[in-house]
């Protein structure tokens, strides 16, 4: 099974949302593997923002990203990465469709709510980023066969 990283921001933990964020995702069907609550620093917002250090908003970013701690998450299930993006919608809050968890709980480009890796190469080194590998559990859910066809397990 694949394995994505979402972080919940600052903007969703101060508006009490993690709930109803890592519900959505339960009910899904992805399967939570990490959950750790942290307090984000320069040192790591530069290397998971490093692409974006030239841009003119980077600092804004950053200041956003440390304003409160964040809950990291990781989920795991079939094509986990596209499903978690799909939920998530546009990173623009005013254009996410409503549904989406951005189209429901953000009206931001920046405070826009939730971060999700968006391929399954970047899921991999954003994982190995915010989590060890003691962090992340394997384990089978009870409901797995009414997930998943055999063939798609």
Known sequence: MEKTLVIIKPSAVQRA???KITARFEQKGLRLAGLKMMQLTDEILNEHYAH??????FGRIKESMKAAPVICCCYAGADAVEVVRAMTGSTNGRKAVPGTIRGDFAMSFQENIIHTSDSQENAIKELERFFSPDEIFDYKLAVHPFLYSPDEA
């Open 52 to 57: 974006l250090s030239s841009q003119p908003f």
């Open 17 to 19: 949302l993690v709930g």
